[in-house]
């Protein structure tokens, strides 16, 4: 989404998702998507649903308890922290509607506005929010909004990772630049940081007016990978256990 300096007007440029991973996993890579037109969120919460399953339970990012305001970078707590490069000054926590990205947390104010800077006609601009984990995750997933199907575009957003190989999934984005859940499950992955890169070419208004693309991000869901150590130590205990039921049983 756009805005520039004056009348406000919408416009869809391209998204990037990159992901760094500490292993490859390329043919385990399964996405998931649901889009609504409208601030219903029939489609994209059945998609978030299936995504949890499949992922064994998530942890939950909602930004409720995040201070408002921009930032360089934020701790959002289990050892995750979201840094940000090259974004528009309007980037940051926000509690109000903006550009058709709100909140999606149910009984929640809170969600990510997400934007580049303003660019001219015939200049580009990259913009960056990266999550990075402690714990290694290999399930991500997030409730996008802002997205439109139909406008002012060039290309479509594009989510691309890899992990190994080099991936990419298109994003349509919805009738009405409603709400889409988009993420992914890579059984077995260490993946330790995500970025989320919004490439934007102001191509199509040639006036003086400055634009700027934007999303609204919230309801961000992983899944944390055990530690290779906590493996270990569950795998000692189960053994001892065992040996434990052997010793008993000779006992009776």
Not at 174 to 196: H, K, L, M, V
Request: net charge negative; proline share 3%; glycine share 14%.
């Amino acid at each position: 989404m756009v805005r520039r300096m004056g009348p406000r007007l919408m416009l869809l440029a391209v998204g990037l998702l990159t992901i760094g991973l500490m292993a490859a996993h390329a043919d385990s890579i399964v996405t998931y998507s649901g889009i609504d037109s409208s601030p219903s969120r029939t489609n994209s919460d059945a998609a978030a649903g299936v995504f949890t399953t499949a992922a064994g339970g998530v942890n939950t990012i909602d930004f409720e308890g995040a201070p408002l305001g921009s930032f360089t970078s934020l701790g959002l707590g289990n050892g995750v922290t979201l840094t940000t490069g090259n974004t528009g000054s309007n980037t940051g926590i926000q509690n109000t509607e903006q550009l058709l990205s709100y909140n999606t947390t149910l009984g929640g104010s809170q969600y990510f506005l997400f934007t580049t800077q303003f660019v001219s006609y015939g200049n580009s601009t990259t913009a960056t929010a990266t999550f990075n984990f402690t714990t290694p995750v290999d399930a991500f997933g997030a409730y996008i909004t802002g997205l439109c199907a139909t406008d002012y575009r060039s290309e479509l957003v594009q989510l691309n990772f890899s992990n190994g190989s080099s991936q990419a999934v298109t994003i349509n984005g919805s009738p009405n630049c409603g709400t889409e859940f988009w993420g992914f499950t890579d059984s077995g992955a260490q993946i330790s940081g995500i970025t989320i890169s919004q490439n934007f070419t102001q191509n199509f208004d040639n006036s003086t007016n400055l634009w700027q693309y934007g999303m609204g991000i919230d309801d961000v869901k992983y899944h944390q990978v055990p530690e290779p150590a906590s493996i270990a130590l569950l795998g000692t205990g189960l053994a001892g256990l065992g040996v434990l039921r052997r010793k008993l049983g000779r006992r009776v």
